[in-house]
């Protein structure tokens, strides 16, 4: 089994900045990509930001240029630096992780159980 374990959550004021981390532990024999998620009250969950494991990046057009996702494969922890943020990045963030572990052949999605986020004044 895997679990994930975010951390850095909180409350920040419009324009400020936060940074998440969020560390993989458990039965891992690698992680392919990592990510990102995040659900607002009333809305579905959507991609925020992911990273492979070599490195390449993608995100979500509404955070684009503000928030920057990394990782250390080592720590097998991934990431999550926003800046700029606006009252409209208010919702839980979750980590995702697609694992291979020592029983499994193939990567399996792994989910975080989330950190709040609010941006508010």
């Known amino acids: 089994q895997v679990q994930l374990v975010e951390s850095g959550g909180g409350l920040v004021q419009p324009g400020g900045s936060l940074r998440l981390s969020c560390a993989a532990s458990g039965s891992i024999r690698s992680i392919n990509d990592m990510g990102w998620y995040r659900q607002a009250p009333g809305k579905q969950r959507e991609l925020v930001a992911v990273i492979t494991s070599g490195g390449s990046t993608n995100y979500a057009d509404s955070v684009k240029g503000r928030f920057i996702i990394s990782r250390d494969n080592a720590k097998n922890t991934v990431y999550l630096q926003m800046n700029s943020l606006k009252p409209d990045d208010t919702a839980v963030y979750y980590c995702?992780?697609?694992?291979?572990?020592?029983?499994?052949?193939?990567?399996?999605?792994?989910w975080g159980k989330g950190t709040l986020v609010t941006v508010s004044s």
């Open positions: 995702n992780a697609d694992a291979i572990t020592i029983v499994t052949l193939f990567p399996m999605p792994y």
